[in-house]
């Protein structure tokens, strides 16, 4: 069983959702990224999500966008990120999912990508900005070097689209809770409910919910509804803050086991 479908099988034979974690590869560093990413499984992150560094992530809300500026300054490329890669794995088992845009991917070769990321010991790959509708010869590529797939649905996305991303998705589908770009929010949307329920009618593998989530009282209300919870800014916003000072790892992994204690699901 792929690393992806056997963490999410676990976790929901432990009635419990799936913590997923996103970092920027590089910022503050690649070696740092390599040690935080370990403490963070280690610390309870059940997947974690590494961004490859882009100059204009525009999914993104500021605090990413600074992290790939960041990541970019130190010298973070898509190649030394495979190699930073490698090392996780040496260390660690934790699935891991890189996320990025179209572009580099492209620059780098869609096919090399591929057949690079998997050997690295990269799990699926989110492209942000690729419809699902115009994704055939990347889900080839991808299912041909063992890669599962990741498409995004928005509380905007018809039943039709719904349908294209659940189909196109074989890691996960990603439900993006809100409109707009990532970033820490106070409150999650009332209508992320019905996005969940919608999502759940079609999809035919794990739903997921990223963007807004930072708090484990926003886990808790997802983790009622989805099979997994993403959390990305308010972990990038705590490395910002600390850069690469062991104040920041403990920070860092300490909101991690908070979230991950948020994961399970009542069973009154």
């Avoid at 605090?63 to 930073?84: D, F, K, P, Y």
């Avoid at 492209?106 to 990508?113: A, D, S, V």
């Avoid at 009622?224 to 990038?236: E, N, P």
Wanted: proline residues 4%; charged residues 20%; hydrophobic residues 45%.
């Amino acid at each position: 069983m792929k690393r992806l479908a056997a963490r999410f099988a676990a976790t929901r034979a432990g009635n419990r959702a799936a913590l997923i974690c996103y970092v920027t590869a590089g910022d503050p560093s690649l070696k740092i990224t390599r040690d935080l990413v370990v403490r963070l499984a280690e610390s309870g992150a059940d997947i974690v999500e590494l961004g490859i560094p882009f100059s204009d992530p525009m999914a993104d809300g500021p605090t990413i966008q600074q992290s790939s500026e960041r990541a970019l300054a130190a010298g973070a490329t898509l190649e030394r990120v495979l190699a930073c890669v490698e090392g996780i794995r040496r260390r660690s088992d934790v699935p891991l999912v890189a996320m990025t845009y179209c572009n580099p991917v492209e620059r780098y070769g869609m096919e090399h990508f591929a057949r690079d990321a998997r050997s690295a010991g990269f799990d699926g790959v989110i492209l942000t900005d690729m419809p699902p509708e115009e994704a055939g010869a990347w889900r080839t590529l991808a299912r041909a070097h063992d890669l599962d797939t990741v498409f995004l649905a928005a509380p905007t996305s018809t039943a039709e689209r719904l349908r294209a991303a659940t189909r196109a998705s074989s890691g996960f589908l990603y439900c993006v809770s809100r409109l707009g770009v990532t970033g820490v929010r106070k409150e999650l949307p009332v209508e992320l409910a019905d996005l969940i329920e919608r999502a759940r009618a079609v999809a035919r593998c794990p739903v997921c919910v990223g963007f807004g989530i930072s708090t484990p009282d926003h886990v808790r209300a997802v983790a009622r509804l989805a099979d997994g919870v993403i959390v990305g800014s308010a972990l990038v916003n705590i490395i910002a803050q600390g850069g690469g000072s062991s104040q920041m790892i403990a920070q860092a992994t300490g909101l991690v086991r908070d979230l991950a204690s948020a994961t399970w699901r009542s069973t009154e």
